[in-house]
Nanobody, 123 residues
């Protein structure tokens, strides 16, 4: 069982930045695919970014060139640096983990989820 704890959300003005963190329990973090998803009010949860095999990264088109996913395997932590935030980035951001070193963009591919952290961008 893997437990995930997110932090770093908050209220920020449009154009601002936030960095989300997600700490995972377990000894095999480096072999896991890690993903970030978000859910806006009244909308379905959507893929944001994923990191796998230490170097693999993939982003949703809506956040490409603004968001950066990174991970520190020594700290069992994955980060999401969010720059140039827009009002449409508002939502609850979730960290997810899958015990496989490959790209996963569908939420069904992740068996482990954090509790979420709220990001609100004011325009």
């Amino acid at each position: 069982q893997v437990q995930l704890v997110e932090s770093g959300g908050g209220l920020v003005q449009a154009g601002g930045s936030l960095r989300l963190s997600c700490v995972a329990s377990g000894r095999t973090f480096r072999t896991y695919a890690m993903g970030w998803f978000r859910q806006a009010p009244g909308k379905e949860r959507e893929f944001v970014a994923t990191s796998w095999s230490g170097v693999g990264k993939y982003y949703a088109d809506s956040v490409k060139d603004r968001f950066t996913i990174s991970r520190d395997n020594t700290k069992n932590t994955v980060y999401l640096q969010m720059n140039g935030l827009k009002a449409e980035d508002t939502g609850v951001y979730y960290c997810a983990a899958a015990p496989t070193p490959r790209m996963i963009t569908g939420s069904n591919g992740y068996p482990y989820w954090g509790q979420g952290t709220q990001v609100t961008v004011s325009s």
